[in-house]
């Protein structure tokens, strides 16, 4: 079983950046595929990016493609979501996930608490 912590949260101007933290632990953590969803207050959960492993395949939202990266440091057990460029529409808690390399994300049961980002116009 994996284990997530977000932080990194907070309230920004738009045009402004910050940097979210995810800190994994558990087993096997070489076997999952780790994400960022997000949900705004009246909305539906939805995704924003996720990466393999080895970091070799990375996908965006086309609503955060060229502004967010996402990225993992393995040896640390930590993935990480670079903001830049922020819109008031990017406000949302944003949540952390894994799901075992090869699943659909629609099988992951293994979410993070949230953290909030604000961004102020």
């Known amino acids: 079983q994996v284990q997530l912590v977000e932080s990194g949260g907070g309230l920004v101007q738009a045009g402004g950046s910050l940097r979210l933290s995810c800190a994994a632990s558990?087993?096997?953590?070489?076997?999952?595929?780790m994400g960022w969803f997000r949900q705004a207050p009246g909305k539906e959960r939805e995704f924003v990016a996720d990466i393999t492993y080895r970091g070799d395949d990375l996908n965006y939202a086309d609503s955060v493609k060229g502004r967010f990266t996402i990225s993992r440091d393995n040896a640390k057990g930590t993935v990480y979501l670079q903001m830049n460029s922020l819109k008031p529409e990017d406000t949302a808690v944003y949540y952390c996930?894994?799901?075992?390399?090869?699943?659909?994300?629609?099988?992951?049961?293994?979410w993070g608490q949230g953290t909030q980002v604000t961004v102020s116009s």
């Open positions: 558990g087993r096997a953590l070489w076997s999952y595929r």
């Open positions: 996930a894994a799901v075992r390399s090869g699943s659909s994300w629609s099988n992951s049961d293994t």
